[in-house]
């Protein structure tokens, strides 16, 4: 079976600031894709950025970057200078074979 | 329209009721996923489609729940007999096609069902 697992049930940051949302996940799958998705109040999930399992450069997308860890089994997001349209719930997710599963969520909170 | 839309946005119904929650995918997407969100959690997921049939539906929690997709374009879950632990988030998602490693889903606003 495959587990996500977010321990940061909430965070916050000051605006301009860097945070880092911790993500762990368990599979006995090789290959895999890893995401991390956005999710304001509105609920719509939106796509922050993916990380395919068989590359071990880190996937970067503008202020969003990924620490993975293939053997930790660790895919940590960093946000580089925090907006406050960044404050959302967000989920890591684990996609194997069609199989997605989603963690419980961290809350970030960017303060002005 | 360019995203994924689901209607209604909001549903209330009282127990026992029948309801029908409505995903119209993003145009040429042949994969189409319904997931369910209770308060305070991620995602569950419940069925995916390939086309017009229901690939994977291991995620329905029981035989109340039902999906159906008869074009290959917009889909209905459809729940019967609703119980008050019915009440959640369900969201719809869709991807260019099922299968194809790690295709990027993208999901639609849910509809918040609640079931008094």
């Known amino acids: 079976a495959q587990t996500v697992t977010q321990s940061q049930p909430e965070m916050s940051v000051q605006e301009a600031e860097t945070v880092t949302l911790s993500c762990t996940y368990d599979?006995?799958?090789?290959?895999?894709?890893l995401f991390w998705y956005k999710q304001p109040p509105s609920r719509q999930m939106i796509l922050v950025i993916r990380?395919?399992?068989?590359?071990?450069q880190n996937a970067t997308e503008n202020r969003f970057s990924v620490n993975f860890q293939k053997a930790a089994k660790s895919f940590s997001l960093k946000i580089s200078d925090s907006q406050l349209g960044d404050t959302a719930m967000y989920f890591c997710a684990l996609w194997n074979n069609n199989d997605m599963r989603f963690g419980a969520g961290t809350r970030l909170t960017v303060k002005p | 329209g360019a995203g994924v839309s689901q209607t209604p946005s909001n549903k209330v119904t009282e127990k026992g009721k029948y309801v029908e929650l409505r995903c119209d995918p993003i145009?040429?997407?042949?994969?189409l996923y319904w997931y369910r969100q209770s308060l305070g959690q991620g995602p569950e997921f419940l069925i995916y489609f390939q086309g017009t049939g229901a690939a994977d539906d291991s995620g329905l929690p029981n035989d109340r729940f039902f999906a159906v997709r008869p074009e290959g374009s917009v889909s209905t879950l459809k729940i019967q007999r609703t119980e008050r632990g019915d009440s959640a988030v369900y969201l719809c998602a869709s991807s260019l096609a099922a299968g194809t490693a790690g295709d990027t889903q993208y999901f639609g606003p849910g509809t918040r069902l609640t079931v008094l």
């Open positions: 145009s040429g997407h042949t994969a």
């Open positions: 599979t006995s799958e090789n290959n895999y894709y």
């Open positions: 990380q395919e399992a068989y590359k071990q």
